[in-house]
């Protein structure tokens, strides 16, 4: 059974651009949740998204947003970059909860400069 | 609000030593979820152990043990015999809905590093 897959696995931006990460669960996952890795503010919840649908959504502005397809990909944008979005973005999937145990995947290290 | 605090940032240890990872969390509901990660330098999270409020058994996997105490609302994490494949970090998190709804969120710790030298 495949994994979690994130693509790209770098991308380097400039101040102002938008980028838009990618992320697969696997098969028969139904939840993808998104998550923002610093070494300041260390793991941080940015949404879940459960059939196409954002259950959940953490302190993030709005320049942060996603969206969840048919078949459970799902995509997270960011909007206007800016230097401290430099992180490493993780995508999680779970058959149905965030209660339950979650599969990562390698994350997207994200450049702004 | 929901909260975890891991209150060691690094630990050094030499291999076959005892290690103890600390945990504390703060939560205003009364079902929740308390995990633990290891995050190797790969970067990938590895699912380790799942606890949830009803159930304070201790458990013991091998090496690791896990001692959950509502009481202090503490979930520590006890690696026995550390070996250097250890090292990593380590994260403990809690999930819970905040409203006792359906829709949980994941809160981290800010990790523990562990160094296990040969």
């Known amino acids: 059974k495949a994994g979690v897959t994130q693509t790209p696995r770098y991308l380097i931006k400039t101040r102002g651009q938008q980028v838009t990460l990618s992320c697969s669960p696997i098969?028969?996952?139904?939840?993808v949740s998104w998550y923002q890795q610093t070494p300041g503010q260390g793991l941080q919840f940015l949404f879940e998204?459960?059939?196409?649908?954002?259950?959940n959504k953490g302190n993030f502005p709005g320049r942060f947003s996603g969206r969840q397809f048919s078949n459970s990909r799902s995509e997270m944008n960011v909007s206007t970059l800016e230097l401290g979005d430099s992180a490493l973005y993780l995508c999680?999937?779970?058959?149905?909860?965030?209660?339950?145990?979650?599969?990562f995947g390698s994350g997207t290290q994200l450049s702004v400069l | 609000a929901q909260k975890v605090t891991q209150a060691q940032t690094e630990i050094s240890v030499v291999e076959k030593e005892d290690v103890t990872l600390d945990c504390v969390y703060e939560t205003r509901d009364t079902t929740y979820y308390l995990f633990w990660y290891k995050q190797p330098p790969s970067g990938e999270l590895v699912f380790l152990i799942r606890r949830n409020s009803f159930d304070e058994q201790n458990e013991i996997s091998g090496r690791y043990s896990w001692n959950f105490q509502k009481s202090t609302s503490s979930f520590n994490f006890t690696i026995t015999a550390s070996q250097v494949v250890d090292s990593a970090v380590y994260f403990c998190?809690?999930?819970?809905?905040?409203?006792?709804?359906?829709?949980?969120?994941?809160?981290f710790g800010k990790g523990t590093l562990l160094t296990v030298n040969p």
């Open positions: 998190a809690l999930s819970d809905s905040n409203s006792g709804g359906s829709n949980y969120k994941l809160t």
């Open positions: 098969s028969g996952h139904r939840s």
């Open positions: 998204y459960f059939s196409e649908t954002q259950r």
């Open positions: 999680a999937s779970s058959f149905d909860s965030l209660n339950e145990k979650l599969f």
